[in-house]
């Protein structure tokens, strides 16, 4: 059996932000950019969680964890210039923070639970990119990613509000691509059901019989999104910007939810 290759270096020299990145895709994604070359800022709101998610990573020297609410201002400012400071640049930014407190027909929904998942899903992803375009970005360029779903894509039934919401992210990503272009590429990347805690519910009950709708037969991997993150920030996707790539074993190809 032929060993797995070391991924190129080629992110050496460049400074990453990762949000919601202390356990799955974030976690995940952020390996990815290390082991790439990158130095890369965590964020999370938990401090001890983040502190372990960082010590895991293994690369003291080339990792900074700021914990911190998305949804605060003060917390995304001080992050990005944390990350400016202690690298000297952030040439990449990952909006993976998401949340999903309202479960249920929309008809029936906590309007404040729907405004949170607003509030977290699209604004904070939009504050980000504002700090990042003002203490770097806007006169160095860069690359953004955010983390949107395949429920952005098409009706997602009990889980609505949080589909509205990264519908609404996948809009973002074509307006800022189309304003932000040519020095600041800005892409989305929508994964199906992935095996972390936060999606477990939706196949907890049977992870078999999940998978066995989509045609790759099996679950996303949070280091399935990553390769994907990972291409999307390199110089190998230098003329990809206003993009969703969906990241879904398959399963939007089927017509089946």
């Not at 000297?88 to 249920?104: E, F, K």
């Amino acid at each position: 059996m032929t060993e797995p290759t070391a991924p190129a270096p080629d992110l050496a020299g460049r400074s990453a932000l990762v949000t919601g990145a202390s356990r799955g895709i974030g976690l995940g994604v952020a390996r990815h950019l290390l082991d790439r070359g990158a130095r890369v800022t965590i964020t999370a709101r938990k401090q001890e969680a983040l502190d372990e998610a960082a010590a895991s990573l293994g690369a003291p020297d080339r990792v900074l964890a700021v914990a911190g609410n998305s949804g605060d201002a003060a917390h995304r400012t001080a992050a990005v210039d944390a990350a400016v400071e202690r690298f000297g640049s952030l040439d990449v930014l990952v909006n993976n923070t998401g949340i999903n407190p309202q479960y249920g027909p929309l008809v029936h929904a906590d309007l404040a639970a729907v405004s949170k998942i607003f509030e977290v899903n699209v604004i904070a992803a939009l504050g980000f990119v504002q700090e990042a375009h003002r203490a770097w970005m806007g006169d160095h360029g860069g690359a953004v990613v955010n983390m949107a779903s395949v429920g952005g894509l098409r009706s997602s039934g009990v889980i609505g509000a949080y589909g509205a919401s990264k519908a609404a992210l996948i809009r973002l990503t074509e307006e800022l691509a189309w304003e932000l272009g040519p020095a600041i590429r800005v892409n989305a990347v929508a994964p199906a059901v992935v095996k972390t805690r936060f999606a477990e519910a939706l196949y907890a009950h049977g992870e078999d019989e999940v998978a066995s709708r989509y045609p790759m037969k099996r679950l996303g991997t949070p280091e399935d999104v990553a390769a994907l993150v990972g291409f999307l920030v390199s110089d190998a996707a230098s003329w990809i910007t206003g993009e969703t790539v969906r990241v879904d074993g398959g399963m939007l190809a089927t017509g089946h939810t």
